[in-house]
């Protein structure tokens, strides 16, 4: 049979040409441009139906169809399939329309061709409205995104109300959905709602598939996405396939999409006018109606949401690790000067040798870890606040190394000016490790190249009046940029009036 099947015109012009004028098969072939073997296939056909020429009058296109293409179906002692069976066999892990043909052949040896096998199956989809086959295998593919309707949350204190975002998860064997309102739409939100829907479904699947939002993607491209290296780590720690969608191609993502559409109607519109005050409260009322949508019946197919997943995708998803995943934030941070990188607002140190390099920092809840190329090279308790060190002595040069930095800081100091280095002087003993200081110092030491060896030299003598607190480079270049340096210089503060009988501001504190 040919792949394109030629027009009935063109079967009677090949009849006329072999049966009436008496050509030859391959002269057939030569004059109407097909293959022999085509000319052939179609005689074949003719003589089983008992066709010659010149055709009946009465015979029409349809008719002369029927008689050379006979469905099989209208052949009683052929033997008949169930294909919503078939269908349904095709959900299952590795199975394909080959391997239903060969166990069904080796029962009845009479029965349909491969070929045939398929297209009967393609005809009885077109005829049912569904899908050829089923494009996601059980336990296969977990589908995620964020729906599009949100869901207030009021601020007990203030009565602020914000929008929590729906968090959506469905697995595309058996459409089992999972459902989460998580304050935004953060990394460490996207994050933790995946852990917990990994939970949910007790088992994991090998492919997570998702939209191109930040948290998941940093560079969106249809060839090779960048995937964020939070995610990634995620994605290791489970043994994941993260597979992003392509920007607006909604339909590689069909069965989220889909989720998202019964969630805003059958859960989403049953809380919209009720009032929440935490996330925890609109979790609590959103678990019953998810489970109300994972038990109702399918409207096309047999059994649930539910019944699905424990028949076909469960068996076929493997096991959670022992431990779930612990928040990690990746960043990609350039060592300072003095060997310390800033990671949320404090300072760890690394070996020396990596300054000015950049390296991979890996952020948790309790630990800070540097990486270069890899390998760990610095690990961290994590501090909490601001401009706070962690500083290992192992990561620091040698002794005299250090002594060589102070003495050209102090050099550099003292070609400004006495109060330059008496502040500079000040700022190297604050800290236990006098390298911690280091980049504070070349910033207040670096003002100079913006305006000039003597107003920083005017600005230190300002900053050593006021204290300890103006001895960094925030408060230097407040009082270079605002002028203070030389209002100070032109007034002076008078010098204190020593003698006996004027006690001082010291008398009166007490």
């Keep these: 049979m040919p792949n394109v099947r030629i027009s009935m015109q063109d079967i009677r012009t090949l009849l006329r040409y072999y049966y009436g004028e008496q050509y030859s098969k391959r002269e057939v072939a030569r ?35 029927a008689l050379l293409f ?23 892990k590795g199975m394909t329309l080959e391997r239903i043909w060969h166990a069904w052949i080796a029962h009845h040896p009479e029965g349909y061709s491969y070929g045939y096998f398929c297209a009967c199956y393609k005809k009885w989809c077109r005829a049912k409205n569904v899908t050829m086959r089923l494009r996601h295998k059980a336990g296969d593919k977990l589908f995620v995104d964020f729906a599009g309707k949100t869901l207030g949350v009021i601020d007990p204190v203030n009565g602020e109300v914000t929008k929590a975002q729906i968090f959506v998860a469905a697995l ?75 920007v607006k191609k909604p339909q590689d993502k069909s069965t989220v999409e889909s989720a998202v559409k019964h969630v805003s109607t059958r859960i989403l519109t049953e809380l919209e006018s009720r009032q929440f005050f935490d996330i925890v409260e609109l979790n609590q009322a959103i678990g019953p109606l998810l489970d109300q949508l994972n038990n109702t019946p399918f409207q096309k197919k047999l059994g649930t949401r539910r019944s699905q997943f424990e028949a076909l995708d469960l068996p076929a998803m493997r096991p959670l690790p022992k431990t779930p995943y612990s928040f990690r934030e990746w960043k990609k941070l350039k060592v300072n000067m003095n060997y310390h990188v800033q990671a949320k607002g404090c300072y760890y140190s690394v070996p020396y040798r990596y300054a000015h390099r950049k390296l991979d920092v890996r952020i948790s809840d309790h630990l800070v870890e540097c990486f270069f190329k890899t390998k760990a090279i610095a690990r961290h308790a994590r501090l909490r606040g601001k401009g706070l060190y962690s500083t290992h002595s192992s990561h620091m040069p040698e002794h005299h190394r250090r002594y060589q930095d102070r003495e050209r800081i102090l050099e550099l100091a003292r070609a400004v000016g006495p109060n330059t280095l008496g502040l500079i002087e000040e700022v190297l003993e604050r800290r236990t490790h006098q390298e911690q200081n280091f980049c504070s110092i070349k910033g207040i030491l670096g003002l100079q190249d913006r305006y000039s060896k003597e107003r920083l030299e005017a600005a230190c003598a300002l900053a050593g009046s ?11 270049a407040s009082i270079l940029k605002n002028g203070r340096d030389q209002l100070h210089k032109a007034n002076p503060v008078p010098p204190p009036i020593l003698h006996e009988n004027v006690r001082g501001g010291d008398y009166y504190a007490t």
């Design 31 to 65: 004059y109407l441009q097909m293959s022999p073997g085509t000319v052939r296939n179609y005689l074949q056909r003719a003589a089983s139906a008992g066709l010659t020429w010149p055709l009946p009058e009465h015979l029409t296109d349809a008719d002369l169809e």
């Design 70 to 92: 006979p469905d099989p179906d209208s052949t009683p002692d052929r033997p008949q399939l169930d294909w919503k069976e078939v269908h349904q066999q095709l959900a299952r």
């Design 172 to 246: 595309g064997g058996s459409n089992y959905t999972y459902v989460e309102a998580v304050p935004d739409q953060t990394l460490r939100n996207w994050i933790d709602a995946h852990v917990r829907c990994l939970e949910f479904f007790g088992a994991l699947p090998r492919v997570v598939v998702c939209d191109n939002l930040k948290a998941a993607v940093t560079r969106a491209d249809r060839r090779n996405p960048v995937l964020n290296e939070t995610y990634k780590d995620f994605a290791r720690h489970y043994d994941l396939i993260i597979s992003p969608a392509r």
């Design 466 to 476: 006021l204290g300890e607190a103006a001895y960094n480079y925030p408060s230097l």
